[in-house]
């Protein structure tokens, strides 16, 4: 399986979106000889290209690689840089953004990105209303971005919003034209795009499946340029089993896998000698989503009887190694607005049954939604479920693909109680961890937990009206420590990253930001 692609995307719609020829299946011919390729084993399906249907870690090589940005995030700490555009003027009422773009940007289909691509792929997303859009729905409204010139695009946004520049990085530009041309009914081309890519990025579409994963070759024009040993052509897989990722790293099948581990997995790698490891502080806490809206999970006594009920040192120092820290709070210890007195909850069963004996709602079993391939989700719904048998409460756990459970977490009713994931960082700024996961406007944008709280909004609301790093850290720090009062969540730790890289992989560049799935910054050995 993991040798083979499906058919191959027609040749006329490959070009279309800027992709280069198809390849034959099976791998021994698809690539020219004296090339460099590297190979990255996922535990996420590749299902959507479509940058802007899609807002998650587990598919943003996609949109790293294949689309641009005005804006980039590199390095750790991550750190902004522009992209796209080459300067940015800023109004001094903090509404108005005017960004002038690089000359010479081209799409893969050889023409010229200009400023009516980025006022339509703002448009597209306000008008699909998916991937990132509650990073924008509030501030940017239709209509009111605008193309001045070619390389002139002006934000005209309804209030100020301090992250404005962050969030800018998930604004990644398709092409216009060619996207247009495949529209059908209204639907800004999401067909089509599902399976095709139209982007300016470091690579190009050579070949999709959504079973399998996809190849993309190095877009030798990409106006940033290459340095000698870049990766020229690149192959995206998906393999759900941790071990056979391990295996295939450890045998030089795979260049890399994802950098958060068991640690025994991590021991295996570094005792065969064959891996070397990009070791790093991220900012990425690992944290039950808990459905707010369900009773009896509408009480709060509910949601802090279950935070006693996890046993946080076990599971942090007996199956995690104590490769991570407890994060007591969602927001990353290391990050600014996250209190440092925050207590947090312990593992304590009387407690618990304190708790319970509170719940006015009537209880019921609870079910977990954990994610298939991703062993510390699974593990994190056990402990959680033996600490509740132990009181003699029934937790089930349901264990599925996160492609499954993320459709579901738009909907209260579909959604499970609870699901052990990770609050990634995609842009480093506290509200990536508040306001956006927890503020009551973003039901269905964000807001999977479906928790309201009045101050909480007011707090997170006012923050983003604030340009001031100082005056806005109050208020995260005062929106955490109610998130914890109120156990809106269950927070567990923040993660450290253990990138096992092949030996012939000479470069990587890490950022939290995508933890290094940027291909662009790789040098490899041929």
């Avoid at 993991?2 to 719609?13: D, E, I, S, T």
């Avoid at 009773?295 to 996890?310: G, T």
């Avoid at 101050?455 to 929106?479: F, S």
């Amino acid at each position: 399986m993991l040798n083979k692609f499906g058919p191959a995307v027609g040749r006329r719609a490959m070009m279309a979106g800027g992709a280069a020829l198809g390849v034959s299946a099976g791998l021994p011919d698809a690539w020219a000889a004296g090339r460099t390729r590297f190979v990255t084993a996922n535990n996420n399906p590749y299902d959507i290209l479509d940058p802007h249907q899609v807002f998650d870690i587990g598919r943003i090589a996609i949109r790293l690689n294949m689309y641009d940005a005005l804006v980039r995030w590199v390095d750790n700490p991550p750190k902004l840089d522009m992209w796209l555009a080459e300067k940015v003027d800023i109004a001094p009422d903090g509404k108005v953004y005017t960004f002038t773009l690089k000359p010479g940007v081209k799409f893969h289909d050889g023409s010229a990105l200009t400023s009516e691509d980025v006022v339509y792929s703002m448009e597209r997303i306000l008008g699909m209303k998916k991937g990132a859009y509650g990073l924008f729905s509030d501030v940017v409204k239709p209509g009111t971005t605008k193309a001045l010139d070619a390389r002139t695009v002006q934000f005209n946004l309804a209030k100020p919003f301090a992250v404005f520049m962050a969030v800018l990085s998930e604004l990644w530009v398709v092409n216009s034209k060619v996207v247009k041309q495949h529209e059908k009914n209204g639907d800004w081309g999401a067909e089509w795009l599902t399976r095709n890519e139209a982007g300016s990025g470091g690579y190009r579409l050579r070949r999709f499946d959504p079973a399998v994963g996809f190849q993309a070759e190095r877009f030798q024009d990409h106006f940033a340029g290459w340095k000698p040993g870049a990766v020229d052509d690149a192959d995206f897989r998906v393999a759900m089993e941790t071990a056979t990722r391990v295996l295939g790293v450890i045998k030089g099948e795979f260049n890399t896998t994802d950098g958060f581990l068991p640690a025994e997995q991590v021991a295996r790698m570094r005792e065969s000698g064959k891996v070397n490891f990009v070791e790093a502080e991220s900012i990425r806490t690992f944290y039950f989503i808990i459905n707010n809206a369900k009773a009896p999970l509408n009480d709060v006594n509910m949601r802090r009887a279950l935070c006693c009920m996890f046993d946080y040192d076990g599971f942090i120092n007996n199956i995690l190694g104590g490769t991570v820290v407890r994060n007591t709070g969602i927001i990353p210890n290391p990050m600014w607005g996250a209190p440092k007195d925050l207590k947090g909850y312990t593992y304590d069963l009387d407690k618990a049954k304190w708790y319970l004996s509170q719940v006015k709602e009537k209880l019921r079993p609870l079910q977990i939604g954990a994610m298939s391939g991703y062993p510390q989700s699974e593990q994190g719904a056990q402990m959680l479920q033996a600490g509740a048998a132990k009181i003699g409460f029934d937790i089930k756990v349901v264990t599925e693909p996160y492609t499954t459970i993320s459709p579901k977490l738009d909907d209260p009713d579909r959604a499970h109680d609870l699901v052990p994931l990770w609050r990634s960082a995609y842009f480093a700024d506290p509200h990536n961890w508040t306001g956006y996961i927890y503020n009551s406007r973003n039901f269905k944008s964000g807001n999977s937990s479906f928790y309201k709280n009045e101050r909480v909004d007011e707090l997170t609301d006012k923050a983003l009206l604030l340009t001031d790093q100082e005056q806005r850290r109050p208020l995260y720090e005062e929106a955490s420590r109610i998130l914890s009062e109120d156990a809106a969540g269950l927070f567990v730790y923040n993660t450290k990253y253990y990138g096992p890289f092949t030996k012939n992989v000479k470069s990587v560049r890490f950022c939290p930001i995508g933890d290094a799935q940027d291909l662009r910054w790789i040098a490899m050995e041929s």
